[in-house]
């Protein structure tokens, strides 16, 4: 696949996340098996309805991209209400946006390997956690 199909997969497995977030579609991982493998198509699958029932009105949006050659890395601005118990802190219906990285690694039309990294503190903080260093 060239760069740019790599950089429209990418787009589509963002789309299909979302896709996951509202009701009509949220049995429906159609889009996902197409643009992830096996493994990783199961992996997401396994996210919901947990990932529903936490930040029922989740949005994914693609602010950045790069691709080359096989790996394609999206800067994205994600955003959502909490509705659930998360890392300790209890439901209280604060809206947050965050940032985060995914690297993706495209083999044959699928999405084989996934990593991320999202800046988590300033998650905590805005959902009204707190971090308290160790004392030692």
């Known amino acids: 696949m060239s760069v740019e199909e790599n950089k429209v997969l990418a787009h589509k497995c963002f789309d299909a996340l979302n896709q996951q977030f509202y009701k009509s579609n949220r049995h429906d991982f159609t889009l996902i098996d197409e643009v992830m493998s096996p493994k990783w198509a199961n992996e997401i699958r396994s996210w919901f309805p947990g990932l529903n029932d936490l930040w029922p009105d989740h949005h994914i949006e693609v602010t950045d991209m790069l691709a080359e050659g096989n790996m394609v890395w999206c800067r994205l601005t994600t955003s959502g209400t909490h509705h659930g118990d998360w890392e300790g802190i209890p439901a209280n219906g604060k809206q947050w946006t965050n940032t985060g990285i995914w690297y993706l690694t495209i083999v044959d039309q699928k999405i084989v390997d996934i990593e991320w990294t999202f800046d988590s503190l300033h ?8 971090i308290t260093p160790s004392q030692s």
């Not at 998650?123 to 707190?130: S, W």
């Open 123 to 130: 998650l905590v903080k805005q959902i009204g956690g707190t």
